[in-house]
């Protein structure tokens, strides 16, 4: 009788797969990239300009990925969320004051995913859109239970199942369309056509780069690692949670960019799709009605991932700025309200969705300054300080953003263009 052994794994394949099990914090924080809100704005530019605003999409998710490795960093050098070092900063006054205006954000962003949510659940059963926001809160809720129950892991691994049910969803269809890469290639160029471009852009930027998202990966990484403090292992968590970044808003740019290249080549100049339910209708229409189930499903799990997200983001605001926590069930019945008024009282919810987004583009330099402002100060972040290139491309993005939502507010109020 004879004994197998097993010979242990080499050395750098332990570390390699040590190194794996550290990823997840950034695909959390990316479902904010993916959400209902995107959808709505993605369908309804490819729908209505095709590939013109494909360049809005690449920058954007370029402009998140130095922002997200800037709040994980932020998280792993302080032991501090982004919202817990605003609260320790800011005079009571201006703490109260900046924390109403994360919670309109965090309004907005909720609305979105909770519709987002009850128009899949229309799509899929049939539901009235009340009791699909209903459904998709006390889903959420559940969701949100297994993250104080069972660990931030369990929750990540919940997580990431449905990025990958989203990302299934969203890009299935391409498959079946006709996409033009000599148009696709020309939305790469800056440009716009008119104020509604303008209005489409913001959304699709307050959509990709999420102020709630910003706030809430600083949480994701401290809970996960802890504070590194300054040395070898801090070096390897930033080297890791740059890959973890990095890799995350790959998978959440290519669902974007995909939806927009699906809206351009499949719905372009068919009635109705600009919005998310006539986009539903046509995608059924051109390319079957399994396609349609499938977007459908990446839907509703973009709903569900994302409100649970959004929540937990509120939360860590809350706590951060008010020194206040509440029970997480409390927090989502009072969060779920404005989306279901908004459901009940008839809306329309794509373009609820729509200006949810813009809301949103309006509160990233909120979340995006104080950041830039706290990662580049020696006397908090020590070695890790911003270089000088990355603080240069880092108020780079600021400054588009703000330029954006300047002509965003002046074309809407002067009807220009």
């Known amino acids: ?37 995107n959808v709505a704005a993605n369908l309804t530019a490819g729908a209505k300009y095709g590939y013109l605003l494909i360049w809005v999409l690449v920058a954007a998710n370029a402009m998140a990925v130095l922002v997200q490795y800037l709040s994980a960093k932020l998280g792993l050098v302080t ?29 907005a962003t909720d609305l979105a995913e909770v519709i987002g949510g009850a128009i899949a659940l229309h799509l899929l059963f049939g ?53 033009s890469a000599r148009d696709a290639a020309g939305g790469l160029v800056p440009r716009f056509e008119g104020t509604e471009t303008v209005l489409l852009a913001a959304s699709m930027l307050g959509a990709t780069v999420m102020p709630h998202a910003i706030y809430l990966h600083s949480a994701l990484a ?31 740019g290519s669902v974007n960019i995909g939806m927009l290249l699906l809206a351009a080549s499949a719905l372009r100049g068919v009635p109705g799709t600009d919005t998310i339910e006539g986009a539903h209708a046509a995608i059924q229409a051109a390319l079957g009605p399994g396609i349609a189930i499938v977007f459908g499903v990446g839907l509703l799990a973009s709903g569900l991932a994302s409100t649970s997200v959004g ?19 409390a927090r989502r019945v009072v969060t779920l309200i404005p989306a279901l008024i ?7 919810p794509t373009l609820a969705l729509v200006v949810s987004q813009v809301v949103l583009s309006l509160c990233i330099p909120f979340a995006l300054i104080p950041l830039v402002r706290i990662t580049s100060d ?10 000088r290139a990355t603080t240069a491309a880092a108020w780079g993005c600021a400054g588009l953003i703000i ?14 263009g």
Not at 226 to 246: E, F, M, N, Q, S
Not at 403 to 416: E, F, I, M, S, Y
């Open 1 to 37: 009788m004879s004994t197998e052994i097993t010979a242990p794994a080499p050395p750098h394949r332990r570390g390699g797969l040590r190194s794996l099990a550290l990823l997840g914090p950034a695909f959390v924080a990316a479902i904010a990239y993916v959400d209902p809100g």
């Open 79 to 107: 032991g501090r969320s982004l919202p817990e070092m605003l609260g320790r900063r800011l005079r009571p006054n201006s703490r109260r004051a900046f924390w109403v205006q994360a919670e309109v954000m965090a309004a």
């Open 127 to 179: 539901l009235p859109l009340l009791l699909g926001g209903l459904i998709t809160g006390v889903v959420s809720m559940a969701i949100l239970t297994i993250q104080s129950r069972r660990g931030q892991r369990t929750f990540e691994f919940v997580v990431l199942g449905l990025l990958a049910i989203i990302t299934i969803g969203f890009l299935a269809g391409l498959a079946f369309a006709d996409v």
């Open 222 to 252: 401290r809970d996960r690692h802890g504070a590194a403090g300054h040395g070898p292992r801090l070096r390897r968590l930033l080297r890791i949670t740059r890959w973890d970044v990095a890799g995350a808003l790959v998978v959440a």
């Open 311 to 329: 929540c937990a983001a509120g939360s860590e605001i809350m706590h951060g700025l008010l020194h206040v926590r509440i029970p997480v069930f």
């Open 342 to 348: 908004v459901l009940g009282i008839g809306v329309d």
């Open 378 to 387: 020696t006397t908090v972040m020590g070695p890790e300080t911003n270089a």
């Open 403 to 416: 330029a954006l939502n300047v002509a965003l507010l002046w074309l809407t109020v002067t009807g220009a």
